[in-house]
């Protein structure tokens, strides 16, 4: 690694951590900043004018940068491509002004912390002479895909047609497998190009950290070790569903939307162990009402009961009359606090759209899932809960791109009854000892973590 850091003496190491601003990219990142600040690391949390009201955690501090909207983030901007150009912009030189800030006290930083999106912020810290550590969100095997597109070794469009591709350390992807936009380079255009911008730079990162952990993607991670050499830290998730070794960390601390967890804990108190499934598909998933329709008929033809997220927007696409059938069998909520609901007894099942968060909370927690991806890492992600896990099964869409009610149907019931369900259950309660084993006392996860830490005390 690289010599940098302050030349000052510091007692307590100090990090900036720079998230992507959208829900799913703050929560792990901000888990982070927790277990540093936990190891005696001062940890200070930037993030946009927008998000910044919505980080409430303790023991980090807070501090705005500007993405160039700051009263409205990226629904502002609208396009991609116009709002990273100019969160660049805004962003370094507002992550520049805190650096300088802290520089006469203290308390000056030592390292930056940063959303692998966002590799502008790797130039910073080289402006300032520090540490620059890239923060990857999403899998291994996601990572190890885009990272054989990078080095050329893997050449778009990917094609897959009569046998599945395969690369070293993964398992072999289907043509269902693998992320549509890679399949179709020109469908996202900007999205894959921010996919691919995590690469740009990245040779000149002293860090790279991923979250996920060595038992579940050690093969994926060493397999591109050379192109990405990341030290597996994860899973980022609250420590009390975990090593319960932060105190009273019993959330990200961070929300865009207002759960309405009260509401959902009260309706689950009742409920027998294991009847209930819960339906999320994140913050971004917009399903079709055709969809919404297949959806609800297959949750009214089954005899267990159900918690389903539907945000505002989208709660109009339900079924007409669909709450009066489902009175006293289904709760119906605009947003919840996921971890709580996962953590509850009462829930025997997870639909999920298989984003990495939350197929890493589903883990943590001992969940068994039904996958239903939509588009990007959902695809190669629903694979690894079905074929390599086994904590689950996943939907097949019809020629149309539609899970029909009959399939939702069946997939639930092998995961909720019958010898398939038991085996999926054994293998969740195994994940999720294995995730506590990681991020405890000694574990993988814990020691890259430490070796991190102490080398920010050190400053070598």
């Given at each position: 690694?690289?010599?940098?850091?302050?030349?000052?003496?510091?007692?307590?190491?100090?990090?900036?951590?720079?998230?992507?601003?959208?829900?799913?990219?703050?929560?792990?990142?901000?888990?982070?900043?927790?277990?540093?600040?936990?190891?005696?690391?001062?940890?200070?949390?930037?993030?946009?004018?927008?998000?910044?009201?919505?980080?409430?955690?303790t023991n980090v501090v807070v501090e705005p940068i500007s993405d160039g909207f700051d009263d409205g983030g990226f629904a502002e901007a609208k396009k991609e491509d116009i709002y990273l150009n100019s969160f660049r912009?805004?962003?370094?030189?507002?992550?520049?002004?805190?650096?300088?800030?802290?520089?006469?006290?203290?308390?000056?930083?030592?390292?930056?912390?940063?959303?692998?999106?966002?590799?502008?912020?790797?130039?910073?810290?080289?402006?300032?002479g520090i540490y620059g550590a890239s923060f990857f969100t999403n899998s291994a095997a996601v990572c190890a895909v885009f990272s054989h597109i990078h080095d050329g070794s893997l050449t778009l469009p990917v094609v897959?047609?009569?046998?599945?591709?395969?690369?070293?350390?993964?398992?072999?992807?289907?043509?269902?497998?693998?992320?549509?936009?890679?399949?179709?380079?020109?469908?996202?255009?900007?999205?894959?190009?921010?996919?691919?911008?995590?690469?740009?730079?990245?040779?000149?990162?002293?860090?790279?950290?991923?979250?996920?952990?060595?038992?579940?993607?050690?093969?994926?991670?060493?397999?591109?070790?050379?192109?990405?050499?990341?030290?597996?830290?994860?899973?980022?998730?609250?420590?009390?569903?975990?090593?319960?070794?932060?105190?009273?960390?019993?959330?990200?601390?961070?929300?865009?939307?207002?759960?309405?967890?009260?509401?959902?804990?009260?309706?689950?108190?009742?409920?027998?162990?294991?009847?209930?499934?819960?339906?999320?598909?994140?913050?971004?998933?917009?399903?079709?009402?055709?969809?919404?329709?297949?959806?609800?008929?297959?949750?009214?033809?089954?005899?267990?009961?159900?918690?389903?997220?539907?945000?505002?927007?989208?709660?109009?696409?339900?079924?007409?009359?669909?709450?009066?059938?489902?009175?006293?069998?289904?709760?119906?909520?605009?947003?919840?606090?996921?971890?709580?609901?996962?953590?509850?007894?009462?829930?025997?099942?997870?639909?999920?759209?298989?984003?990495?968060?939350?197929?890493?909370?589903?883990?943590?927690?001992?969940?068994?899932?039904?996958?239903?991806?939509?588009?990007?890492?959902?695809?190669?992600?629903?694979?690894?809960?079905?074929?390599?896990?086994?904590?689950?099964?996943?939907?097949?869409?019809?020629?149309?791109?539609?899970?029909?009610?009959?399939?939702?149907?069946?997939?639930?019931?092998?995961?909720?009854?019958?010898?398939?369900?038991?085996?999926?259950?054994?293998?969740?309660?195994?994940?999720?000892?294995?995730?506590?084993?990681?991020?405890?006392?000694?574990?993988?996860?814990?020691?890259?973590?430490?070796?991190?830490?102490?080398?920010?005390?050190?400053?070598?």
């Amino acid at each position: 690694m690289e010599a940098a850091g302050n030349e000052k003496s510091m007692k307590i190491p100090h990090v900036i951590a720079v998230p992507y601003p959208s829900q799913g990219h703050i929560n792990p990142l901000l888990q982070f900043a927790k277990r540093l600040a936990a190891k005696g690391v001062k940890a200070t949390f930037a993030t946009t004018f927008y998000t910044v009201k919505s980080i409430h955690a303790t023991n980090v501090v807070v501090e705005p940068i500007s993405d160039g909207f700051d009263d409205g983030g990226f629904a502002e901007a609208k396009k991609e491509d116009i709002y990273l150009n100019s969160f660049r912009e805004n962003g370094s030189r507002t992550l520049s002004q805190i650096i300088e800030k802290y520089e006469k006290t203290d308390f000056p930083v030592n390292c930056i912390i940063y959303d692998s999106f966002l590799p502008w912020a790797l130039d910073v810290a080289k402006e300032h002479g520090i540490y620059g550590a890239s923060f990857f969100t999403n899998s291994a095997a996601v990572c190890a895909v885009f990272s054989h597109i990078h080095d050329g070794s893997l050449t778009l469009p990917v094609v897959i047609k009569d046998k599945p591709l395969i690369l070293p350390g993964l398992q072999p992807l289907s043509d269902c497998d693998v992320p549509r936009f890679i399949r179709a380079p020109e469908s996202y255009p900007a999205y894959l190009a921010m996919k691919m911008s995590q690469f740009s730079n990245l040779e000149k990162a002293d860090y790279v950290f991923a979250n996920t952990f060595e038992e579940l993607e050690g093969q994926e991670a060493k397999s591109v070790s050379n192109i990405w050499p990341a030290k597996l830290i994860g899973p980022m998730v609250p420590s009390a569903y975990l090593d319960s070794r932060i105190e009273e960390d019993k959330s990200y601390g961070a929300s865009l939307w207002k759960p309405l967890s009260e509401n959902c804990v009260t309706w689950l108190k009742n409920k027998p162990n294991e009847s209930v499934i819960y339906i999320s598909f994140g913050s971004m998933v917009s399903l079709t009402s055709k969809q919404m329709e297949e959806m609800a008929s297959a949750l009214m033809c089954m005899n267990s009961y159900f918690l389903w997220v539907v945000r505002e927007t989208e709660r109009n696409k339900l079924p007409a009359g669909f709450f009066d059938l489902t009175k006293g069998k289904g709760l119906v909520v605009s947003w919840c606090n996921q971890l709580e609901m996962l953590a509850h007894r009462a829930i025997g099942c997870f639909v999920t759209h298989c984003g990495w968060n939350s197929t890493i909370e589903g883990l943590c927690l001992g969940v068994p899932m039904v996958g239903m991806p939509q588009w990007s890492d959902q695809m190669p992600d629903a694979k690894y809960i079905e074929d390599v896990w086994r904590v689950g099964v996943r939907v097949k869409e019809d020629e149309f791109g539609i899970v029909k009610r009959e399939e939702l149907l069946h997939c639930l019931k092998q995961v909720m009854e019958g010898e398939r369900g038991e085996e999926i259950k054994r293998n969740a309660r195994k994940w999720r000892e294995l995730a506590k084993e990681a991020i405890d006392e000694g574990g993988t996860s814990d020691k890259c973590i430490n070796d991190f830490v102490g080398k920010l005390k050190s400053g070598d």
